[in-house]
T-cell receptor, first 113, second 115 residues
Framework: DAKTTQPTSMDCAEGRAANLPCNHS???????VYWYRQIHSQGPQYIIH???NNETNEMASLIITEDRKSSTLILPHATLRDTAVYYC??????????????FGAGTRLFVKA | DTAVSQTPKYLVTQMGNDKSIKCEQN?????MYWYKQDSKKFLKIMFS???????INETVPNRFSPKSPDKAHLNLHINSLELGDSAVYFC??????????????FGSGTRLTVV
C-alpha cells in the first residue's frame, strides 16, 4: 500500500497557483518525498523531491512541514497543460534491504480556463 | 532524442499468443523497471533490473519474463497472453537503485490489448 494520502481531485483556475497537499504521517527520518505527474496517455513525469527543506525547480515548489508528516506541491501559475494526475510518493522498504516506489491513486488536477 | 523509448506503442493480439515489448534508455542509467497500469489507472511495479541483475520481481506470473541484455535495454516477453494482461506497460530507468535520488524517467508506454 502507498504510504501517502492525497485528495482525489482538485480544480484550479488557469494562471492561479495550484496547491496539492499530501499526507505522509509514517515517513521515516531519512526518506524523501517525491512528486510525479501523469498527463493523459503519457508516462509519469518526475517533478521534484525533497527531504526536509523546501525545494524549488523550474516546474514547481515543494513545501514540507517541519514534522515531515505532510507536504504541498505548488505549481505557481497553473496552465491548461498542467491538467494531470499528480502522485505524491514515499518509497516503501521491501524488507530485503531495498525499496520500491508505490504509486497511489494520486490527485487529479483540473486546470480550467 | 527520446530518453526512454518503448516499442511498440500499441499492441493488439489474441489470447494465447506470445509477445514482446522492447525498452531502451540512452540516459546512462544503471537501473531499469517495468510497471503495469491497469484499467483502474494504478501503476504497479513488476520488475527491476540493476546492471542487468534482477532486483525486484513483484509476484508477477511466470508467463512474464524480463530480459536485460545490457544496461541500456530491458525487454519484456509475455507467454500465453490472457485477457487480464490488457493494460499499459511502462518502462522506466533511474540512476541508482529504487529510483535513486533523482527519480525515475518513464517511457511513453505500450498499450497492450488482448482479445
Amino acid at each position: 500500500d502507498a504510504k501517502t494520502t492525497q485528495p482525489t481531485s482538485m480544480d484550479c483556475a488557469e494562471g492561479r497557483a495550484a496547491n496539492l497537499p499530501c499526507n505522509h504521517s509514517t515517513i521515516s527520518g531519512n526518506e524523501y518525498v517525491y512528486w510525479y505527474r501523469q498527463i493523459h496517455s503519457q508516462g509519469p513525469q518526475y517533478i521534484i523531491h525533497g527531504l526536509k527543506n523546501n525545494e524549488t525547480n523550474e516546474m514547481a515548489s515543494l513545501i514540507i512541514t517541519e514534522d515531515r508528516k505532510s507536504s504541498t506541491l505548488i505549481l505557481p501559475h497553473a496552465t491548461l497543460r498542467d491538467t494531470a494526475v499528480y502522485y505524491c510518493i514515499v518509497r516503501v522498504a521491501t524488507g530485503t534491504g531495498g525499496f520500491k516506489t508505490i504509486f497511489g491513486a494520486g490527485t487529479r488536477l483540473f486546470v480550467k480556463a | 532524442d527520446t530518453a526512454v523509448s518503448q516499442t511498440p506503442k500499441y499492441l493488439v493480439t489474441q489470447m494465447g499468443n506470445d509477445k514482446s515489448i522492447k525498452c531502451e534508455q540512452n540516459l546512462g542509467h544503471d537501473t531499469m523497471y517495468w510497471y503495469k497500469q491497469d484499467s483502474k489507472k494504478f501503476l504497479k511495479i513488476m520488475f527491476s533490473y540493476n546492471n542487468k541483475e534482477l532486483i525486484i520481481n513483484e509476484t508477477v506470473p511466470n508467463r512474464f519474463s524480463p530480459k536485460s541484455p545490457d544496461k541500456a535495454h530491458l525487454n519484456l516477453h509475455i507467454n500465453s497472453l490472457e485477457l487480464g494482461d490488457s493494460a499499459v506497460y511502462f518502462c522506466a530507468s533511474s540512476q541508482g537503485l529504487w529510483g535513486g535520488n533523482y527519480g525515475y524517467t518513464f517511457g511513453s508506454g505500450t498499450r497492450l490489448t488482448v482479445v
